[in-house]
């Protein structure tokens, strides 16, 4: 794309919520990242049912456990979601003509791989901007692009995803990515919340390009979430341990199993701890306490699955209008591109 002069990178009405703390990374300066993990802890633990809001599988272990398993051969996702792409990215930047890809995720993956070299190869100039609330990865995915790209403009922005992308000019035609089909782990309030203020965010030149696993086969879905070699089960159940760790309660393995199933209904996996037996668990710095029935669950993640015709339909009605549909040969994965409706 030819271009006199790109716009700055961040709204100017923005330039005051920010600040450079490490080179090339805008950190949002009062927004708190992890608001607040104990609230969201305590008051979901004591919600009926009991659940876990995703978020919490993310420590430093939970990440390496989750990259663990997107090599997992059960685990299909990351491996069709990559191999879309890998055939289609020539296809998905000729359709987005824009100067910046913005990946939701501080994402240097394989897959970001393919859409930075079609976006230099096919406009000889590329602007890359990961957002996410992982310092650590920002700075990673930094070193990454400029060992293999050093004639990308970089900007991390470490922020939540929605500061994040209301933080780009609109005026700067932008190809948002969201891959993964991280959308399969928010409920129906993370849902509509998330794609009203991401559209919000786009401007009349923007693109989104969405990975969204498919409903399929359950013994496919349910082996992907339950594997032979216990990944899936070990990166549900280090959430305790963190949450002992951040609280001081006394969860224990030895009192719980892992459980998952595909909830027909709601199109989801679903993935639980189970208490073997009755027991009490403390947080003794809050003085509170509660007894976890026998076989009693408290769900710890879902992972919604798709029909592809259907989300794009949905996604209609947030102002993106769908610009095409790539998927694999087995039909289970599906990498959607939109635009936002002007
Ligand atoms: C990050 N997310 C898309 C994964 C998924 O497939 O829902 C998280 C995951 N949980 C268990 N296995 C993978």
């Known amino acids: 794309m030819k271009q006199e002069k790109l716009p700055d990178f961040f709204a100017v009405e923005q330039m005051d919520h920010w600040e450079i703390r490490d080179p090339k990374i805008w950190s949002h300066r009062d927004a708190a990242i992890d608001s607040n993990p104990t609230l969201s802890i305590l008051t979901t633990l004591w919600d009926q049912p009991r659940w876990l809001e995703a978020y919490h599988l993310y420590d430093q272990h939970g990440s390496e456990l989750f990259e663990e398993i997107c090599e997992l051969p059960e685990y299909y996702l990351t491996r069709t979601e990559n191999g879309i792409l890998e055939r289609h990215a020539a296809d998905v930047i ?34 890359f901007a990961p957002i996410d609330v992982s310092l650590a990865g920002l700075v990673a995915s930094r070193e990454a692009v400029r060992r293999a790209f050093p004639s990308i403009e970089f900007h991390g922005v470490h922020a939540r995803y929605e500061e994040g992308f209301a933080a780009i000019d609109k005026a700067l035609p932008t190809l948002f990515v969201f891959l993964g089909s991280t959308i399969g782990n928010f409920n129906q309030t993370d849902f509509p919340r998330f794609f009203r203020a991401l559209s919000a965010a786009m401007g009349p030149e923007d693109y989104l390009l969405l990975g969204a696993d498919r409903v ?17 089960r070990e990166f549900i159940l280090n959430a305790f341990d963190h949450i002992n760790r951040l609280l001081e ?65 949905q996604l209609r009605f947030f102002g993106l209008r769908p610009v095409a549909h790539f998927t694999d040969s087995n039909e289970w994965f599906s990498v959607l591109l939109f635009k936002k409706q002007s």
């Open 94 to 127: 000729a359709r987005a003509p824009v100067a910046c890809i913005a990946e939701l995720g501080a994402g240097y993956s394989k897959k970001t791989v393919h859409l930075l070299t079609e976006q230099l190869r096919q406009r000889g100039a590329a602007i």
């Open 216 to 232: 399929k086969n359950s013994k496919v879905l349910e082996n992907a979430y339950d594997d032979s070699r216990g990944i899936t």
């Open 249 to 313: 309660s006394n969860f224990q393995r030895a009192k719980m199993r892992y459980y998952s199933w595909f909830n027909p209904e709601w199109q989801q996996i679903e993935m639980y701890a189970v208490a073997v037996e009755e027991h009490e668990i403390k947080f003794p710095t809050v003085g509170a306490s509660f007894h976890w029935r026998k076989d009693e669950k408290i769900l710890v993640e879902i992972s919604r699955k798709f029909d592809p015709a259907r989300l794009q339909e």
